[in-house]
């Protein structure tokens, strides 16, 4: 159903692949910092599913920044590699720690909330412990319904208000969307969303109230930056524009953008763009 594969960043946008695993760099006094570290398929979690990609880059580490990667796949599929291009490119931020996780898919035992939301925190958790990271202001990237754990972590478990940044690429935000339950194609597509949660939706609305970031956001929410596609066949772009107003209702800092030739994955000029514009949010509000 979510075959998102944002993942394609063109060599026109700079794209460097770093050899080493670490590097070493002075400072202006001529002192050593701490290096940075590059580490994949690292475990954080006794799951096999439970793994990440870590870098950290050289400087402080009660000053860098952490940014979350969170691949899409219909909460059952997929894994990390969809994001690691993306992983890759934004090594050359250097101020920045990244984290590309793997987490513990769907099944008909648990779930995807809170198995995957608790997954995103264990490996957030993990990273600070491991790594030494003071990790206070975090930002959280997800692709489709990596979008939607990503957003309901960021709007209804961040107890400690630090995660200051979510970007989210077509990721479904509100399961009462009125799109969502009128005859047809997209009916047929939320029976897909109750089979995977194990839930009817008649008799249930407040269940999936409660699993839409949606309903979870207030005037504390992180800045928000929203992508989402016209023939998208996979999410309604109502997804967007109802989160959107829904951000705007609590002046929440957010942007959204509307790709209306483009379905799901965009189209290269649009996973550009919006590479582009995800980056500069990042920089401006982490």
Same mark, same amino acid.
């Given at each position: ?32 910092? #701490? ?49 690691? $291009?993306?992983? #890759? ?110 839930? $009817? ?5 407040? *269940? ?47 942007? *959204? ?10 189209? @290269? ?5 919006? @590479? ?11």
């Amino acid at each position: 159903m979510y075959d998102e594969r944002l993942r394609i960043i063109p060599a026109t946008l700079g794209f460097i692949i770093l050899s080493q695993c670490k590097k070493h760099t002075e400072t202006h006094d001529g002192t050593q910092p #701490e290096t940075a570290e590059l580490h994949y398929n690292f475990s954080y979690g006794n799951h096999l599913q439970q793994t990440m990609d870590v870098y950290v880059s050289f400087g402080l580490r009660d000053t860098i920044p952490l940014i979350v990667m969170v691949h899409g796949g219909n909460w059952i599929g997929h894994d990390k590699s969809d994001f690691s $291009p993306r992983f #890759e490119r934004m090594r050359n931020f250097e101020r920045y720690a990244l984290i590309n996780i793997n987490y513990r898919l769907d099944s008909t035992n648990a779930p995807p909330v809170p198995m995957q939301t608790d997954d995103i925190a264990l490996a957030i958790e993990k990273t600070k412990e491991i790594f030494h990271l003071k990790a206070d202001r975090i930002g959280l990237m997800g692709m489709s319904s990596g979008g939607h754990i990503t957003a309901i972590y960021a709007y209804r478990y961040n107890i400690d208000h630090n995660i200051k940044v979510l970007v989210n690429f077509v990721g479904p935000v509100d399961f009462n969307d009125p799109q969502y339950h009128t005859p047809g194609h997209w009916k047929r597509i939320f029976s897909g969303i109750e089979y995977i949660f194990g839930i $009817p939706y008649i008799g249930n609305e407040n *269940y999936y109230a409660s699993v839409s970031p949606y309903s979870w956001i207030d005037a504390q929410s992180p800045a928000t930056i929203l992508f989402y596609a016209g023939q998208d066949t996979l999410v309604p772009y109502s997804q967007g524009e109802r989160l959107h107003a829904r951000l705007d209702s609590f002046s929440v800092t957010n942007e *959204y953008y509307f790709y209306p030739n483009s379905s799901h994955p965009f189209n @290269t000029p649009d996973t550009i763009d919006a @590479t582009l514009k995800a980056e500069t949010f990042i920089r401006k509000n982490l």
